[in-house]
């Protein structure tokens, strides 16, 4: 791993648990508003929208759009699919803005501060600079720098997203090091240039999810967690 | 000040003293190369060619050049003016990147700390991403993002930089404070909504240097260093 300067990661999933968190703030919300809503299912409906939302900004269907709204279209959709009614715009707002309200993984902020003494270390997330930067200071993660395909107005896996970071941060696309649960991601990285590392997540999709195992593909290195990570760069 | 929930800096004479940290790096560049150079003069004509050479890529002379390059472009130039020889390229590059080597004025880390508990902070500054990245991280400026003129592809006072922050950060104008220890950096940006602190610093151009004193304009607050901002913004 001689030569790496910086670690771009990916968020949602890698760093951060939106599933346990969506679910815990939906509970929340169905006790003060007295819903029967199966929030596992929920936050699953809701993540399984992404993909088919960016894709529709990825093939030109829809002009650049922050995932913020991407966001808010789709959970426009299930609130009628999940009989929710009695949101107030505010409301909406608030439930929307939940993935600004992520909780990292336990071992996130403190495998980031130990990566961070080394090595740059920069989100690169297809989540809009505004949702990451205030991500970061809910949750205390220690960012040198926000990147966000917001920037290149382009989603990963598109090839526009990980040039961008080399750019930015002045680097050769093999001086980074792309932190990913997720092997799509990494494989996109990788075919750009950067350098690989798998963090298995096997709880992203929930107790009974097919999260990635890491093994569909070769990767520079394979951790169990970000402090196992800081420990195979023997930091 | 009611309704801010975002301060950006002006980096460069505000946050950091990159005469006095040009000076120093100079004479020991000096000592070891055997060099007779007024360092002084040396770091004031450097930061003396930064506004005509911005101005050139303003007025469409140059194409989008990161600031990295024309610093180098200048220093090309100094280094024949000032009789410097026997400079390597990696001597040269080094001492370009003098600019990621900035210090901060004594009250920076610990404002921004302060000032980091109550908004976001970020940077906005004519620096090129990666220079502000290592800057930062060289100096331990807390940011929560780094934003800069790269990002827009102008440099300040051209609006659109100012514009892009408050897009970026998904704000209003006017929840935007530009803080900034030049008048006209201020100016450009209330002209754009933005609420304006002028932050002292009068020793940026040396003892007998003329720095702007806060009076040729109203600003929405003045302050004498970030600690007293954060006491006027009541953090």
Wanted: glycine residues 8%.
């Amino acid at each position: 791993m001689d030569g790496i300067r910086a670690l771009v990661f990916d968020v949602f999933g890698t760093v951060v648990d939106w599933r346990s968190t969506i679910i815990r703030e939906g509970r929340e919300l169905g006790r003060q508003k007295g819903l029967d809503v199966d929030w596992a299912k929920f936050a699953d409906t809701w993540r399984a929208g992404y993909a088919p939302a960016m894709n529709r900004v990825r093939t030109g269907q829809l002009p650049w759009t922050p995932l913020d709204r991407l966001h808010r279209m789709i959970l426009d959709g299930l609130l009628e699919d999940f009989h929710i009614t009695g949101m107030s715009e505010d409301d909406k707002e608030h439930l929307n803005r939940v993935w600004h309200r992520l909780d990292p993984w336990p071992d996130s902020v403190e495998g980031l501060r130990r990566l961070k003494n080394r090595f740059v270390i920069a989100t690169l997330s297809n989540g809009n600079m505004a949702l990451l930067v205030n991500m970061a200071k809910y949750s205390g993660l220690p960012w040198d720098c926000v990147l966000s395909a917001e920037l290149a107005r382009h989603f990963k896996p598109d090839a526009e997203v990980y040039r961008m970071a080399a750019v930015l941060l002045d680097l050769l696309p093999e001086q980074l090091l792309m932190v990913a649960a997720h092997e799509s991601d990494l494989r996109a990285a990788h075919e750009v240039g950067l350098r690989t590392a798998f963090v298995a997540r096997p709880l992203e999709y929930g107790p009974n999810g097919t999260a990635d195992k890491g093994t569909g593909s070769r990767f520079d290195l394979t951790a169990t967690s970000f402090i196992d990570l800081a420990e195979e760069l023997e930091i």
